[in-house]
């Protein structure tokens, strides 16, 4: 039988031991918190920023009077301590080349060099991170951050190539020299929107890309709108705020309450002065010169499915609109042309139940196998430490089977502490301070609200009967 888990651990895809940290919390030790946090996510500050954090959804204290305010407590908590450099057992004479350097890369190496294993990560852009780095703008996860948290590769002596694009033939040389090899590519190649004059369309991976790597600002003073209602076409109509285009619409076929993106980024989209566009989707562009006309065909939603979502049904009405740019920012797939091996049909890597592709010494993870909700960083952090555990069994000769016991039963959360005590939210910066730049928009907490939230925490299932 797996092991029981609190209830907010228990929807943690990284199994952290999220009651534990907070106990520690409570004790002021700080330091041991962060560690038995590192124990499973190495990226503590930066994955508390962005993760749609579904420890909290099924946080006790939810139904009572809101749940513990869990990603908070992690921001403060790694803006006080050191991250922690785990201990490197002898060398086991196993190299592991890792093809990416985002979150399922550099955790995996963390993972994998902790037992001892020499690992090369290669990977195509200047800097690891990865979409990190280069998708997820600066105003909700500051680099410096970033570069602090992967500071443990150098610390660990992880070997870094960058500005090294896999192709074919560097991968039979990377099978060839290293033991067991993973790849953790991401999904970098944007889909496109199927209309007359796609053409048109500008790239909106490619222009969070562009803004990361500083480049020419190509929105400035210009009506732009975005098509897409992901987290990444939020990222591109909040980016396009700050670069001051005149107007920035958004443009998606359902409606708010069907977007995928996570509900702060739009509410704050919307306090930025993004207008929403709903039920419309694009049929037709036509280029005149530096102005593009976007038609637009009419929808209107229809029964829900069964996961709940609204389908849509297209009318036979149009509307049609000028703008300078159009971005599309629709999803995103998986781009590994130098692999080989079996995919699925959305172009996911194809592997069996320990990460193994059809090559056994080659395992794949993050993003690159996954699709739609699990296309977040904490999974792919998650997968990043299975993925150890299997390429670590396989290095020594063991098996790779069933090295993962989900977790089964949920501690019956205590009732005892009924104590009413609010949560205490995240405190941002203004609407017309923050729209203008792209400094961070989460402000600190006092060391003082930091252990009242914790405080909130109701230890659940360690109370005795
Ligand atoms: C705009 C945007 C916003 C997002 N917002 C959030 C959010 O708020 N919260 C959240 O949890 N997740 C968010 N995500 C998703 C999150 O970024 C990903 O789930 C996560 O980064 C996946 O990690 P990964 O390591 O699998 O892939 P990636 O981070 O994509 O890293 C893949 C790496 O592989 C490298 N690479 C690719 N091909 C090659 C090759 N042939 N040779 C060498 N290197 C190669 C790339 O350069 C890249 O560094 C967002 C994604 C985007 C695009
Ligand atoms: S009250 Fe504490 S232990 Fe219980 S679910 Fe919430 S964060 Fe987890």
Redesign the pocket.
């Known amino acids: 039988m797996g092991e029981k888990f609190a209830p907010c651990i228990l929807n943690c895809p990284a199994y952290v031991d999220i009651r534990g940290y907070i106990d520690l919390i409570k004790q002021k030790d700080f330091s041991s918190a962060l560690k038995l946090i590192m124990k499973n996510l190495p990226l503590p500050g930066t ?1 508390a920023r ?3 954090h579904p420890c909290e959804m099924n946080c006790t204290r939810r139904f009572k009077d809101g749940a513990v305010n869990i990603s908070q407590l992690r921001i403060f908590l790694s803006s006080i301590e050191k991250n922690f450099i785990p201990q490197i057992k002898n060398d086991s004479g196993k190299k592991i080349g890792i ?9 995996s190496a963390y993972f994998l060099r902790q037992m001892g294993h020499q690992i090369f990560i ?4 200047p800097k ?10 600066e105003y ?2 500051p680099k410096k951050i970033l570069d602090k948290e992967i500071d443990f590769l150098s610390q660990m002596q992880i070997n870094l190539i960058n500005n ?4 074919r033939e ?1 991968f039979l040389q990377i099978q060839h020299d290293f033991d067991a090899v993973i790849i ?5 190649h944007s889909m496109k929107i199927n209309c007359d004059g796609n053409q048109f369309f500008i790239d ?2 490619k222009f ?1 890309q562009n803004i990361a790597l500083n480049k020419e600002n190509i929105v400035c003073g210009k009506k732009i709108a975005v098509v897409g209602g ?3 076409a ?3 109509c909040r980016s396009a705020i700050r670069l001051k285009a005149a107007s920035v619409t958004n443009i998606y076929r359902r409606t708010k309450n069907e977007m995928p993106a ?1 509900t702060c ?1 739009i509410i704050e989209a919307q306090e930025e002065g993004v207008i929403f566009k709903e039920l419309l989707s694009p049929v037709k562009i036509i280029g005149n010169g530096k102005n593009k006309t976007l038609i637009m065909q009419k929808y209107e939603l229809g029964e829900k499915d069964s996961d709940g979502r609204f389908s849509f049904v297209s009318k036979n009405e149009f509307e049609q609109e000028d703008f300078d740019l159009i971005i599309s ?1 629709v999803s ?1 797939k998986t ?4 692999f080989s091996g079996k995919l699925n049909s959305d172009s996911t890597i194809k592997i069996n139940n320990c990460f193994q592709t059809d090559n056994e010494k080659v395992f794949a ?4 196998i ?1 699709t739609g909700k699990d ?6 952090i998650s ?2 430490k299975k993925v150890s555990l299997a390429v670590n069994n396989f290095l020594m000769g063991l098996s790779v089977e069933n090295l993962y016991a989900e977790p089964k039963k949920i501690i019956c959360p205590s009732a005892k502490q009924k104590f009413e005590s609010t949560r205490l939210e995240m405190k941002k910066v203004s609407v017309s301070e923050r729209k203008n730049n792209f400094k961070e928009i989460i402000l600190p907490w006092s060391e003082k609200e930091f252990l009242k939230e914790a405080m909130r925490c109701l230890n659940c299932g360690k109370h005795k009967k």
């Open positions: 994955v962005i993760c749609p093809i990416g350097g985002g979150p399922a890369g550099i955790c290669y990977d195509a852009m690891m991170g990865g979409m990190l780095r280069y998708g997820i703008p909700r996860l090294f694009k896999i192709d560097k953790a590519v991401g999904a970098w909106g991976i969070l992901g987290n990444t939020m990222d591109v996570q980024e920012a995103q781009e590994a042309d130098f993870i993050g993003d690159a996954h296309r977040i960083a904490v999974v792919a997968d990043a």
